[in-house]
């Protein structure tokens, strides 16, 4: 399926974001504003002031809300668990072209704290896979020892770990290896 770039954007944003909690298997990777503030300049999170202690903790919360999306054993409870979260969202669309982007839409009201913005924007992308029945490219990594979370954009569905590079690397290193001594 063929995304387009802010679906994409936020598809990436929401996996980034999720996979910064320690239920990804991981340390708390959001333990702080300057982290925080590191994940908003990596995502490019447009239209966010001054971070505060109540921000990182709203964040927090939207980010296990999503993991639970990510995790739901049917596409009814991803449903239900993304309705909750979008329910608390003041959602109001609306173009804009900022920042060297093309047009393009923004779904968090124009005085949305980063928790709203987040969840709106990367709620609303999650929404449209749901829709177009792709609930499956959501997934988790197949790695023995990963948790991390990720979105499955091959044309046949078949990506299995979160990075080719290291955990889809290991696993093919570790197969192979199996093999040698058998």
């Not at 001054?50 to 990182?56: G, Q, V, W």
């Amino acid at each position: 399926m063929p995304f387009g770039h802010d679906m994409v954007h936020s598809l990436a944003t929401v996996v980034e974001l999720v996979n910064t909690s320690p239920s990804t298997g991981g340390d708390e990777r959001l333990s702080g504003l300057a982290e925080l503030q590191t994940f908003v300049d990596s995502r490019q999170i447009s239209g966010v002031g001054k971070l505060t202690p109540r921000d990182l903790g709203q964040v927090r919360m939207v980010r296990e809300a999503f993991h639970r999306v990510f995790t739901a054993t049917d596409q009814a409870t991803a449903v239900r668990t993304l309705n909750a979260l979008l329910a608390e969202t003041r959602i109001t669309p609306r173009l804009t072209e900022h920042d060297g982007h093309p047009l393009h839409v923004h779904y968090f009201a124009a005085d949305a704290t980063l928790a709203e913005h987040v969840a709106a924007d990367c709620g609303v992308a999650l929404a449209h896979l749901l829709v177009e029945g792709e609930a499956e490219r959501l997934r988790t990594c197949s790695a023995p020892d990963c948790d991390r979370v990720f979105v499955d954009e091959s044309r046949n569905r078949s990506r299995v770990y979160c990075d080719s590079r290291t955990c889809g690397n290991r696993m093919h290193v570790a197969a192979y290896r199996a093999r040698r001594r058998a």
